[in-house]
């Protein structure tokens, strides 16, 4: 069912039509109430969703009594819908809930009404309790036959706490798989070749969904459409064109993807792995004032692209939920952190001490789609003053000057 691949902003009338060709049934991720719950039964249920798998409430639909869909004959649309469900989510759970909440969805039978489809991501920081004692809920049928929130036994929190431990493994699995696959590469021919044996300064970024729990594509989709699937950058593309494309296992690799000496992973999981060496030489306009080190505008405009890529890869794999971008930078003590005022490279920084850096910061695909700037504006800022930064400080302005920077490098408009 095209609900459970799709982004909850790209639902439609269709994907309500094909729940009911299909004759969807309720499940442990699929719920369907034909009048808009109150709030605390709202709560129970979508807490009970982040608390055991994540999953799906449709408003303005009709079951048979046994959980399989009859009828969406709709409900009126509700003036600030989706305001009211953040806002009970962060009031009335602890720790508050991530929810996504669609547009009103025209229902296929009755085009004066509307359907809502409510996701709420298998939660990081469960379990979820309802506000004034009323328990943690878990989506259950042990009582009942049929899938709705259940207050949850130790032994079922327990469980819920152990698989989801589980998929952190996987995540960090695929994360120290990526980063052996780039070193397998700097030890090949050709990475020997282009890195004359000894590569510099690296940046590795993964971007992951916290809990890849399911495989959003097949492998065979990799192959036939994302190994076209590029974004505008520097007047050539990102990935970098006609680059080879390499399968290996649940994975897509573009070794140069990024230009430089650089590898790009596409994932099954939803999992996106960028490197690319930023050390390198640098010189002005007329080929003088040559210098080593790390261009401040480059790696401001390698985050921007990296991140813009993997929200569109995200999208088009249909995946919508929390992510974790996890950043790692090696090889990086006392290499020169240069910035080019009046395009002369003048060096800014270096780390003293540290050869390595490794940060995560959580965000998510909303996030990544509507406010891209400010994660990478983060990002960049941790990065610049562990590379000790000379700038006095990096408030706010600083920060945006340091976006339009990056914007420029990647011949964007600011």
């Not at 799709?6 to 039509?17: G, N």
């Not at 230009?259 to 992973?265: A, G, M, P, T, V």
């Not at 690319?276 to 080190?293: C, T």
């Amino acid at each position: 069912m095209s609900i459970f691949d799709k982004s909850i902003t790209a639902l439609a009338t269709a994907d309500l039509q094909e729940l009911l060709t299909e004759q969807a049934v309720e499940n442990i991720r699929l719920e369907f109430k034909s009048i808009p719950p109150s709030k605390e039964e709202m709560l129970k249920k979508l807490s009970s969703f982040a608390n055991t798998y994540g999953g799906y409430v449709v408003v303005g639909a009709t079951e048979d009594g046994k959980g399989r869909l009859q009828s969406l004959p709709g409900v009126a649309a509700i003036n600030g819908y989706r305001q009211q469900i953040v806002q009970w989510c962060y009031d009335g759970v602890w720790p508050p809930l991530e929810v996504f909440v669609s547009d009103p969805i025209p229902t296929p039978q009755d085009a004066t009404k509307v359907c809502y489809v409510i996701e709420v991501p298998l939660s990081a920081e469960a379990p979820h309790f309802l506000n004034g004692r009323k328990g943690a809920y878990v989506r259950t049928d042990e009582h009942s036959q049929r899938f709705e929130p259940q207050l949850a036994t130790y032994d079922e929190l327990t469980h819920l706490g152990n698989r989801r431990a589980a998929l952190v493994q996987r995540r960090e699995a695929l994360g120290r798989r990526s980063i052996e696959r780039f070193n397998t590469y700097v030890g090949t021919d050709y990475g020997k070749a282009n890195t004359k044996g000894d590569i510099g300064a690296t940046i590795f970024v993964s971007i992951s969904p916290q809990f890849p729990h399911r495989q959003l594509v097949e492998h065979g989709t990799l192959l036939t459409h994302f190994t076209t699937h590029h974004i505008s950058w520097r007047q050539e593309g990102f990935p970098t064109p006609n680059r080879p494309k390499i399968s290996a296992h649940e994975s897509l690799l573009i070794p140069g993807g990024a230009y430089r000496f650089s590898l790009i992973e596409i994932t099954v999981w939803g999992h996106l792995f960028y490197a690319v060496e930023l050390e390198d030489l640098h010189q002005d306009e007329k080929g003088a004032e040559q210098a080593r080190g790390i261009h401040s505008n480059a790696i401001v405009g390698y985050l921007l692209v990296f991140l813009e890529h993997a929200s569109s890869v995200l999208k088009a794999q249909g995946y919508d939920g929390p992510l974790l971008v996890n950043v790692q930078m090696v090889r990086i003590r006392g290499v020169p952190f240069l910035a080019f005022p009046y395009n002369a490279p003048k060096e800014v920084g270096a780390a003293p001490f540290d050869d390595t850096l490794s940060f995560e910061v959580g965000t998510s695909s909303t996030a990544l789609a509507t406010d891209r700037d400010s994660v990478v504006g983060e990002i960049a800022k941790t990065i610049f003053l562990a590379l000790n930064w000379s700038a006095p400080a990096l408030g706010p302005d600083a920060v945006k000057q340091l976006i339009a920077k990056g914007k420029e490098y990647n011949f964007w408009p600011k």
